[in-house]
């Protein structure tokens, strides 16, 4: 049985001290070794941004590809392997702003995937500028006199979009966060939890001690019943969305590649490629 | 007796026009004959003229003809756009319903036949296709039941009386045109055909065909004219293989997606048109950097932005050698006929994985779209090399350092490990990298790797299996002519009539695009007197590209076509007498 510790690796992360990113890792580190995987049969796909990096500090495969399609690039992964446990992430500006689009048509589809999001409300790499997750009056160097657009509710969004499976944890609850990302690689399809991920450099009003004063675990909500797609948008409606915990999940809707006609029963990478003649002369009499 | 023909049938697009091609053709490619179609469509799905254009014959023939023979017309304005094209000796036969109008300044022969009269009352007015196809029947003397297993195939699944009515309608549209000839014979009949079994097919087929072929579980793509039938032919018969097609939300995703799949350790590509190739550029550096195999058929079509989408261009050259930013190693083939299409699309995804570098399939729309015969393809001309490809069985190392996926090699190719292979990790990022794939900013670092992976294609153009298409028989020629794609039919036949003229004429089509194969044209154009270079585009891309790499700035001419409409060979016949 693998520990959390082979799922480390000798490159240090180049994000800030005090980055919420750093408990991201060593929660992925630990839910991968809780449900029993091997370093070389996960995959971290990531995009770009300061958590992007992630992929680059976990022992395992992992591919940091382009700004905002690190899922696209691990629904072809997870296709091409169904063996593989595959997990993608990236900042709230990677999937809610410039990789939305893919957000909402992974949780459509379905693919088993687990997508981790490390909510910080702005952009940090890039130096401080806003993001659709930071709040309406927010000051950044792109909004110096404040933020005039709404911002985004990416859970709501996915409660309504067909998400079977809706999480949201914060960096600094290590077991609780551990928990839903090994429920989310656990859970048969597209799994979205969001985390909030403080960055220390350029968000003053999102801190540490913020979400410890507004966040209210669901575990505390007397009776919560993440089954219902009813309950689950009012409790967020209700809580303005800062709430931690599984929001939502749908354990009877079968995954993408459960629906897929013909889908291999066998990881594809492992198959033949040549069609053989008789197969080829078939497809050429199709034509005559 | 007529050696060829040409036929056209045209009306507003939804009324079957489509469909009386189709079953026009597929009986005369099921006699032996060799056919090339041309359809001439709008952007629309309803309305707007429509036409296709057929061409006979009992020899190869690869471009769509000058002239027409005879023309059906379902409507005044395929007669009006149409009529000029008819030779002296053409016919013209016409749906009486409308109340056709022959035109003053034709010496075409004029029928008005009632296509949709005989149709009703044979049960329904859909039929009228059918009884024009017998109508033409009866111009080049031809056996209506020639029709009846074709017939059977299209409309069997709907019983028995469907294909008698379908027959019948033909063979009262053959009655009737009879009867108007009055027993007088047009000299458009057909000599007998060699009654072989061919395939006939559109390009976009032959790619879909080759990439089945070459091992495709995969395909992940956003639908566009003209590459949508690749993607529908492939959703068709991946799940037989346990693969599928995936429609993506745009074509970011379907790059990316496939970049992915490619990563994952199996072949998966995707294709599109320009507005779509336009979209995928970065994923292409994402490719080329991270050295991971990618195939893009590039359907080409008029641009810029939404441009002509329905029709024919070669606008997109430059882009496909150039576009991502930064420098990459990437190979561009430009088969010219379905059957190329076919084989290169299986040479791509080898090469694809070979040399670890995105490779794009050029296409254009006439290729793509057009259909004609192919003679059999050849499963035993097939082969799978799949490189420096990793599956298993890699020796445990000592220390948990990561495996060497981007290590400098004398040719440039690393071993590539795929996930799922134990003591195989490694980093990949586009983020330069080293050989581990960790990211580094270090110069020497950077410098390695950027020649590691350009060298890649050093020898490429020595490997590729006719890197030009030549057809040069002149050790010193008049005219070199040069092309890509699907313009090499129309020079062709274009070379014929200049020889015939006492021109001494070569013919080079480039089929590997980039890197360019210099080498190989190089002492074409050095010993022949003019060099022509013909393109469907308004800049002369690719000759610009030929002077880049081989110079002769001032030798190298334009023939350019940019209106949307294909070549045909008095364009080229006339440019080149200019020009020389």
Redesign the interface.
Same mark, same amino acid.
């Given at each position: 049985m693998a520990t959390f510790k082979d799922f480390r690796n000798n490159v240090k992360p180049n994000w800030c001290p005090g980055c919420g990113d750093f408990s991201v890792q060593a929660a992925i580190q630990r839910a991968a070794a809780n449900a029993g995987l091997t370093p070389e049969n996960l995959a971290v796909i990531s995009g770009i941004g300061c958590s992007g990096r992630i992929s680059g500090y976990i022992n395992s495969y992992g591919l940091h590809g382009i700004h905002g399609r690190s899922l696209p690039i691990a629904q072809g992964v997870k296709m091409a392997n169904k063996d593989l446990t595959v997990i993608a992430s990236g900042g709230d500006g990677d999937g809610f702003a410039i990789g939305m689009g893919h957000t909402i048509h992974a949780m459509r589809r379905n693919i088993d995937l687990t997508y981790i999001v490390m909510d910080n409300q702005i952009y940090g790499l890039t130096k401080g500028q806003t993001s659709p997750r930071s709040a309406a009056g927010f000051k950044t160097k792109s909004t110096p006199l404040g933020s005039i657009e709404q911002t985004l509710s990416p859970m709501q969004l996915a409660v309504t979009t067909g998400a079977t499976f809706v999480a949201q944890s914060f960096s600094t609850d290590l077991k609780d966060l551990t928990a839903i990302i090994e429920a989310g690689i656990n859970h048969k399809g597209f799994s979205l939890i969001n985390v909030f991920s403080p960055c220390v450099t350029y968000n003053k009003v999102n801190t540490y001690d913020w979400f410890k004063e507004n966040l209210t675990k669901l575990s505390d909500i007397e009776g919560y019943d993440p089954s219902s797609r009813k309950i689950a948008m009012n409790t967020l409606m209700q809580h303005d969305d800062l709430v931690t915990g599984i929001i939502y999940q749908d354990k009877e809707r079968p995954s993408y590649q459960q629906l897929v006609e013909g889908y291999s029963e066998t990881p594809l990478s492992d198959a033949e490629l040549r069609l053989g003649e008789e197969a080829f002369d078939q497809l050429v009499k199709e034509f005559m | 007796m007529a050696e060829q023909l040409s036929w056209k049938v045209g009306g507003q697009q939804g009324e079957g026009i489509e469909s009386t091609g189709e079953i026009f053709s597929m009986a005369l490619?099921?006699l032996g004959y060799y056919l090339y179609g041309y359809r001439h469509f709008s952007s629309r799905i309803k309305g707007g003229h429509t036409n296709n254009k057929i061409r006979v014959s009992t020899k190869r023939v690869s471009a769509v003809a000058d002239d027409l023979d005879i023309l059906v017309a379902f409507d005044q304005e395929t007669i009006d756009v149409n009529y000029h094209e008819l030779h002296h000796n053409g016919i013209i036969i016409a749906d009486s319903k409308f109340n056709p109008v022959k035109p003053e300044d034709t010496d075409a022969a004029f029928y008005a036949v009632p296509f949709t009269e005989i149709a009703t009352e044979l049960g329904t007015s859909l039929m009228k296709n059918m009884v024009a196809v017998g109508a033409t029947c009866a111009i080049i003397n031809l056996d209506v039941s020639v029709f009846l297993n074709v017939v059977e195939e299209i409309f069997g699944r709907k019983g028995e009386t469907v294909v008698q009515k379908n027959m019948e309608a033909i063979q009262q549209g053959y009655d009737y045109m009879k009867e108007k000839m009055g027993g007088a014979s047009s000299d458009l009949e057909l000599p007998p055909a060699d009654g072989k079994? #061919?395939?006939?097919?559109i390009g976009n087929?032959a790619i879909a065909?080759g990439a089945?072929? %070459?091992?495709v579980?995969?395909m992940?793509a956003y639908p566009i004219t003209p590459a949508s039938e690749i993607m529908e032919y492939l959703i068709k018969?991946?799940?037989?293989?346990?693969?599928?097609v995936?429609q993506?939300?745009?074509e970011?995703?379907?790059a990316?997606?496939?970049?992915?799949?490619?990563?994952?350790?199996? #072949?998966?590509f995707t294709a599109s048109a320009g507005p779509g190739l336009s979209l995928m550029m970065? %994923?292409i550096?994402?490719s080329g950097m991270?050295e991971t195999p990618l195939v893009i058929v590039d359907t080409q079509r008029g641009g810029p932005s939404t441009g002509l989408p329905t029709k024919q261009e070669q606008s997109d050259l430059m882009a496909m050698i150039y576009g991502t930013h930064g420098e990459i190693p990437k190979v561009v083939i430009a088969p010219g006929t379905a059957e190329e299409g076919f084989y290169d699309t299986i040479e791509a995804f080898n090469i694809a994985e070979e040399y670890q570098v995105p490779v794009i399939i050029l296409s254009d729309l006439q290729l793509s779209l057009g259909k004609h015969t192919?003679d059999?393809?050849d499963?035993s001309k097939?082969n799978?090399r799949r490189g420096k490809l990793i599956?298993e069985g890699l020796p445990e190392s000592e220390n948990?350092g990561?495996f060497k996926r981007y290590e400098l090699t004398e040719d440039g190719v690393s071993p590539r490990v795929?996930?799922?292979?134990?003591?195989?990790?490694?980093?990949?990022?586009?983020?330069e990298h080293d050989e581990t794939g960790?990211?580094s900013e270090s110069p020497a670092n950077r410098k390695a790797q950027m020649d590691k992976r350009m060298r890649k294609l050093d020898n490429l153009h020595n490997v590729f299996p006719n890197a030009v298409y030549k057809n040069a028989k002149h050790d010193e020629a008049d005219l070199l002519l040069i092309g890509f794609n699907s313009t090499g039919g129309v020079i062709e036949e274009a070379m014929e009539r200049l020889e015939a003229d006492g021109v001494k004429v070569n013919h080079a089509r480039v089929r590997l695009v980039h890197p360019f194969p210099t080498d190989e044209i190089l002492p074409l154009i050095e010993s022949a007197k003019h060099v022509a270079v013909v393109e469907n585009n308004a800049t002369g891309q690719l000759a610009s590209i030929i002077k880049m790499n081989a110079g002769y700035p001032q030798k190298i001419k334009s023939i350019l076509k940019y209106d949307g409409n294909p070549f045909q060979p008095h364009h080229i016949v006339d440019s080149s007498k200019e020009l020389i």
């Open positions: - | 490619n099921r079994k #061919r395939m006939f097919m087929d065909l089945l072929t %070459a091992g579980r995969l992940a018969k991946l799940p037989k293989v346990g693969g599928t995936i993506t939300e745009d970011i995703a379907a990316t997606m496939a970049i992915g799949a490619n990563y994952g350790g199996i #072949r998966s970065e %994923a550096g994402l991270t192919v059999p393809l499963y097939v799978i599956k948990k990561y795929i996930p799922g292979v134990a003591n195989g990790i490694h980093h990949v990022t586009g983020v960790k990211p």
